[in-house]
């Protein structure tokens, strides 16, 4: 296990007047990818305008990438203070492939911040500390390139409530696949938060698979390229939001797997020769059947924004 990787408390960058004056020239960008964010994405929204850019302009623009909602997500971010964009539009010439991790390339691709910290839509619990606790440590300090947040993740069923249970594929299949193969990146606590932000540059430098394995790709391709030293993280206290289901879950750690695979291969640790197939299948059963349920999880990957300049 290399050195624990440094850590802060978002409270530590709760004085928003000494964050702006670190912050001084920099640039730096919100984004939040999207889809059907309807019930939270105003709060989340509507927080990070009205305290972070209208009473201490810390965010400079503040961006939600679109999947395609069905319900009123983008009219609700829009009227919030949010610039709202559709995925499938951006770039036009670029082939689209819906999910989380396209969401977030397109966002850098069309944003200009310095800084660019990543949030998801679906926090109930929003509050800004989840942006400055995160773009703080990067304020405060050259040598960070990449800061992850981590939290308690209660596990929410029906109206109870238990204080751990969520992160249910990281800890049953990301840790181990951690320990196993990449024990460098056992200090970090949540692996796959969705809280993250990083310099531009850093970013840039990384390929992003288009659906969930993102967050994974982006810290074995940083151990990969030896910058993990380069990573830290903060504490975020409790992170409430919607659980999903287990074929949902299960879809994930497909896409999870895949791209934890691939870069195995990529590196030698893993025979070249070894075909991995889309195709994820699950068993469905109800009380009235039991039947064999079959989805294409191709788990493409967009290439690093800077190989294309």
């Known amino acids: 296990m290399i050195a624990a990787m440094q850590r802060f408390h978002h409270t530590e960058f709760a004085d928003l007047p000494h964050l702006l004056s670190l912050k001084g020239p920099q640039k730096i960008s919100v984004c939040i990818p999207t889809l059907n964010e309807e019930e939270n994405i105003g709060l989340i929204v509507s927080s990070i305008h009205d305290a972070l850019m209208r009473k201490f302009p810390i965010v400079n623009e503040l961006i939600v990438m679109d999947s395609g909602s069905t319900d ?41 911040g310095d800084i660019v910290c990543y949030l998801d839509g679906d926090v109930s619990n929003f509050h800004t500390g989840f942006v400055t606790g995160l773009v703080g440590p990067l304020l405060q300090d050259a040598s960070i390139d990449y800061v992850k947040a981590f939290y308690q993740r209660p596990l929410l069923n029906g109206e109870q409530r238990e ?13 181990p696949l951690i320990s196993m193969f990449y024990p460098e990146l056992a200090d970090i606590i949540q692996p796959l938060a969705g809280e993250y932000a990083a310099r531009r540059s850093t970013l840039e430098s990384l390929p992003f698979p288009t659906g969930y394995g993102v967050e994974i790709a ?4 940083l151990l990969h390229a030896g910058k993990s030293s380069r990573i830290a993280q903060t504490n975020l206290e409790t992170r409430i939001h919607r659980n999903r289901s287990d074929a949902e879950l299960g879809d994930t750690a497909f896409a999870i797997l895949k791209v934890v695979t691939r870069r195995l291969q990529r590196d030698g640790r893993l025979s070249a020769n070894l075909s ?27 290439p690093a924004i800077i190989s294309n300049r």
């Open 163 to 175: 204080n751990s249970g969520g992160g249910r594929v990281s800890e049953i299949l990301v840790r």
């Open 72 to 112: 009123r997500t983008r009219e609700i971010a829009a009227s919030a203070g949010a610039k709202v964009m559709l995925s499938s539009e951006i770039p036009p010439a670029l082939p689209t492939h819906p999910g989380k991790g396209e969401n977030l390339w397109k966002s850098l691709k069309v944003s200009s």
């Open 218 to 221: 982006h810290l074995i391709d």
């Open 276 to 302: 991995l197939t889309d195709l994820h299948q699950r068993w469905s059963i109800t009380d009235d059947s039991i039947a064999l349920t079959s989805k294409l999880i191709p788990e493409p990957e967009l």
